[in-house]
């Protein structure tokens, strides 16, 4: 079944240029952490929140405060307590496998999470973080005027979530591809992550080679969004590395920067493994990003020299 467009980018609010004073970020793990770091830097007082305490080193010392996003009561007395100027929402599983598993729990999480802080706003600016699995995956690669046609539960939890942002009329919808960066402490690695410490124990690996990313850096997803929650902006924006790569080449790639044996990368079709619900083509570019000036400083880096530059 066929969806709606997304909402086009409208141009600079009222409060353009001003960076928030204060900055609610609904989640805790690597993505949000990296976010409120890099909000921190800035001077920005910044609040992470979440069902469990955060334990990943980028969350360190910053001020944190428990909430259930499913519960409407929960996130409304946050809002009231926080006093937040803006918020940023990474709320939710996003292991897609096990959203695929779990498609109502991910589902009530994602949407219903999105519709609670929807209801809590009261007309503060908020930035959803969504994902390239909103689209079917049948083009290369996917801009904001494209048709959302989600290939799995993922990408369905996740656009409900964004229509019910997107409907208070404050939001700006940030869809990121894959992302990746090295992470040590993760309970679920990412791909550069896992891939490197399974060459490193010399373990074989089973990657598929029909499935195509335009990976970006985490720091660069850190970096557009602080850019953005400046800007004032509301509407839909993607974010995708300038490189489109499939898997397998890019698991050579770490294997050659290791100097562990190419040959541990065995290339398998998606179907049968935990790649299977997953696009061919989980891929984003902009049509707009270029022209905005808020962007114009952070313009992401290639995965393949983010890749040899990164000390495993």
């Known amino acids: 079944m066929s969806d709606l467009r997304p909402s086009p980018l409208a141009p600079p609010g009222s409060t353009a240029g001003a960076m928030p004073g204060r ?7 690597y993505l949000a952490g990296h976010i409120a770091a890099r909000l921190t830097g800035l001077g920005v007082e910044t609040v992470l929140s979440s069902r469990s305490a955060p334990v990943l080193p980028e969350s360190r010392g910053m001020r944190w405060a428990r909430v259930d996003v499913t519960s409407r009561p929960q996130v409304a007395a946050l ?16 292991d897609i496998t096990w959203c ?22 009261d007309g503060r600016p908020v930035l959803l973080v969504s994902t390239d699995n909103v689209f079917p995956g049948e083009a290369e690669s996917h801009g904001e ?25 404050c939001a700006l919808v940030l869809r990121v591809s894959l992302v990746y960066g ?4 993760g309970p679920r690695p990412n791909f550069l992550t896992s891939v490197a410490r399974s060459l490193m124990r010399g373990e074989r690996l089973r990657i598929p080679d029909d499935h195509w990313n335009t990976p970006v850096l985490v720091a660069d997803v850190a970096a557009w969004t602080a850019a953005l929650m400046r800007s004032g902006r509301t509407g839909t924006l993607h974010l995708g590395g300038p ?18 044996d190419p040959a541990l990368i065995v290339p398998t079709p998606r179907a049968g493994t935990a790649y ?19 962007l114009r400083r952070h313009r992401p880096v290639d995965v393949l020299e983010a890749t040899h530059a990164l000390t495993f």
Do not use: F
């Not at 090295?182 to 402490?185: I, K, Q």
């Not at 299977?276 to 808020?294: D, F, G, I, T």
């Open 145 to 169: 005027s494209a048709q959302t046609s989600p290939a799995n539960a993922y990408g369905r939890a996740k656009l409900a979530a964004e229509r019910e942002l997107l409907a208070t009329s």
């Open 243 to 260: 490189r489109r790569i499939g898997r397998v080449d890019w698991a050579r790639h770490i294997a050659r920067q290791l100097g562990a």
């Open 79 to 94: 809002m009231e307590a926080i006093q937040p100027d803006a918020v940023v929402a990474v709320h939710g599983p996003s």
């Open 182 to 185: 090295w992470e040590d402490r």
């Open 23 to 29: 900055v609610l970020v609904i989640g805790s793990g």
């Open 100 to 121: 695929e598993a779990h498609p109502e729990e991910a589902y009530a999480t994602h949407h219903g999470g999105a519709r609670n802080i929807a209801a809590a706003l």
């Open 276 to 294: 299977a619900c997953r696009p061919r083509n989980a891929c984003l570019h902009s049509e707009v990003a270029a022209q905005l000036p808020e």
